[in-house]
């Protein structure tokens, strides 16, 4: 299974072909569009690894974004004691959360692909495990 480091948002993601991940939210994006990560730092598979100095040029990592959302509320609460002030706080990071597609090489190969998801019917379904 190959994979790819990328660099997004000001920190460093593994990516697989296929997984879902949340990122820093990118901006001017809309869901089910297409976005390239030409930043990637290093690719390769449990025989062989290429590293770039700092990135390696040509290649890139194809993603679906699937949507921007916020997380959950974190609060912050500063109290200084004895003197009756107190400050209640809350803050909701944004995100892109994204679909891993294909991860290419700097020669334009394809590394991995993820596999297609066919949209099968409830009765579809059935027909397959009564049929085993």
Known sequence: MSY?????????YKVKSGEILKIEKLPNSKPDTKIEFKEVI???????????????????VEANL????K?????????????NSRRKNGHRQEYSMI???????????ILSEAEKVS???NKEVAEKKTSK
């Open 71 to 83: 997380n959950r509320t974190i609060l912050i609460f500063k109290k200084r004691r004895r003197q």
């Open 119 to 121: 949209k099968t019917s």
């Open 66 to 69: 699937i949507k921007n959302s």
């Open 4 to 12: 790819a480091v990328i660099q997004t948002g000001g920190k460093q």
């Open 42 to 60: 290093a690719y390769g598979d449990e025989k062989a690894i290429e590293i770039g100095a700092p990135t390696i040029q040509g290649a890139k």
């Open 99 to 109: 679909k891993i597609n294909k991860i290419f090489s700097k020669d334009g190969k």
